[in-house]
């Protein structure tokens, strides 16, 4: 038996309104899911004034990973046998991340620079990304350098760790140069980019906002080459745990070896890093290593991480 016109119709618009809460839903899903990643970002944001660089310990949320070796109470040296039990001066304790930290009395720094307009470093070029489809790891930094811009290429400063930590870490089998970030991709399955494409002197020359605008086009960059790891370079780490994050990007129609990009986060590599050494950062690269091999091992369990819509 034929419904009558006035049901029928009536049946329709139910249809109708249901299509449309259900694309409502799914809107609203995305929208909210970029927006907790986002400001799960911008809790660690990006090094400005006063700001104090703590090594990760004390901090609390996730884990530094899931088969972390970095602790406070980890050496970084071999305690000397022949001291025995007696007490140990300061000289003779084996060096710790907590003896890395800046002490009280440490130099003062000089202060963050305050924002510059985009017309103060518009004689520098924008930098190229050094990336492509399917690599294991994309590390993205803040914004470039004024050194990086001026000879166009990434962490082109020569305080700066990264080539250093990239080497003794094993992530590469030589101390690479600036002028070969470009080869990172075809030689070692690792690839460079920036959220905010504009060069300064220090990143505390942004504006907040020029931060968030940046982070829906890396994530979409992030869904279009799906890295095996999006690895974050000098945030504000003081006030996050370092490490594997608790966020990811599935790609459900994935032809590749990387069928989801997790995100992680180091310190900045910077030489003006006070709170953190050389050997901190080195280590950190060490376990950013260790993870990715869990990860390709299939030996990493990401299941109670949460999705990024992208």
Not at 54 to 83: D, E, H, Y
Request: aromatic share 8%; charged share 25%; hydrophobic share 30%.
């Amino acid at each position: 038996m034929s419904l009558p016109t006035s049901t029928q119709e009536s049946a329709l618009k139910d249809d109708t309104d249901e299509d449309q809460s259900l694309e409502s839903q799914e809107s609203g899903g995305l929208a909210e899911s970029q927006k907790r990643f986002q400001k799960a970002i911008l809790r660690f944001s990006f090094d400005g004034p006063g700001r104090n660089h703590s090594p990760a310990r004390g901090v609390t949320g996730f884990p530094l990973s899931m088969n972390s070796t970095l602790s406070p109470r980890s050496s970084l040296q071999t305690p000397n046998p022949s001291l025995g039990k007696r007490p140990r001066t300061q000289h003779e304790r084996p060096s710790t991340l907590e003896d890395t930290s800046p002490s009280k009395k440490a130099k003062r720094k000089k202060p963050a620079r305050g924002y510059s307009s985009p017309e103060v470093y518009s004689h520098l070029n924008h930098l190229n990304d050094c990336i492509s489809e399917s690599l294991d790891i994309i590390f993205c930094g803040i914004n470039p350098g004024q050194r990086s811009a001026e000879i166009g290429h990434h962490f082109g400063h020569p305080s700066n760790h990264f080539w250093k930590c990239l080497h003794l870490s094993g992530l590469t089998s030589e101390r690479m140069l600036p002028a070969e970030d470009f080869t990172l991709p075809e030689r070692y399955q690792l690839g460079l980019t920036n959220i905010v494409e504009r060069p300064t002197a220090e990143a505390t020359e942004l504006k907040d906002s020029e931060f968030k605008e940046g982070i829906t086009p890396f994530l979409c960059k992030m869904a279009r080459y799906r890295p095996r790891i999006a690895c974050f370079i000098g945030l504000r780490t003081g006030r996050i745990v370092l490490g594997l994050q608790p966020y990811k990007i599935v790609h459900y129609k994935s032809t590749s070896a990387s069928e989801e990009t997790l995100f992680y986060s180091i310190p900045s590599t910077s030489g003006k890093t006070q709170g953190y050494q050389i050997p901190d950062k080195v280590q950190m690269f060490t376990q950013l290593r260790v993870d990715l091999k869990m990860i390709k091992d299939r030996n990493l369990s990401t299941d109670n991480f949460e999705e990024i819509m992208s």
